[in-house]
C-alpha cells in the first residue's frame, strides 16, 4: 500500500520556529509530536504502507482528477452556495 501527500509544509514537518528561539513548553510540545510522528511511522512501517511526498508544482501532473473533473464540481458547488445565500441572505 502507498499513501501519498503532497507538499504541503505540515506534511513534510515545516514550518516551525527555528529550535534556538523555542521556549521550553515549545520545546516539550515539540518533542511530544515527534515521538507521535515517530511511531506513526513506525506503525507504517509495520503495516508495509509506503509513504511519499509529491513535489510542489506537480499536482497537475499525478492528481488529475484533482485539476480536472474535481475543479468543475467545486465551481459548481461554489455557484450553488452563493446562490442559496443571496436567496436566504435575510434569514
Avoid at 19 to 37: F, H, T
Avoid at 55 to 74: F, R
Wanted: hydrophobic fraction near 35%; charge should be positive.
Amino acid at each position: 500500500m502507498i499513501l501519498i501527500l503532497d507538499a504541503f509544509a505540515l506534511h513534510k514537518n515545516k514550518g516551525q520556529k527555528a529550535k534556538e528561539k523555542e521556549s521550553e513548553k515549545a520545546i516539550e510540545k515539540r518533542l511530544a509530536k515527534e515521538k507521535l510522528q515517530q511511531e506513526l511511522q513506525d506503525k507504517l512501517v509495520k503495516l508495509k504502507v509506503t509513504t511519499s511526498i509529491i513535489p510542489g508544482g506537480c499536482t497537475s501532473y499525478v492528481q488529475v482528477l484533482d485539476v480536472s473533473v474535481n475543479k468543475i464540481i467545486k465551481q459548481y458547488i461554489e455557484e450553488y452556495k452563493d446562490l442559496w445565500v443571496n436567496k436566504h441572505f435575510d434569514e
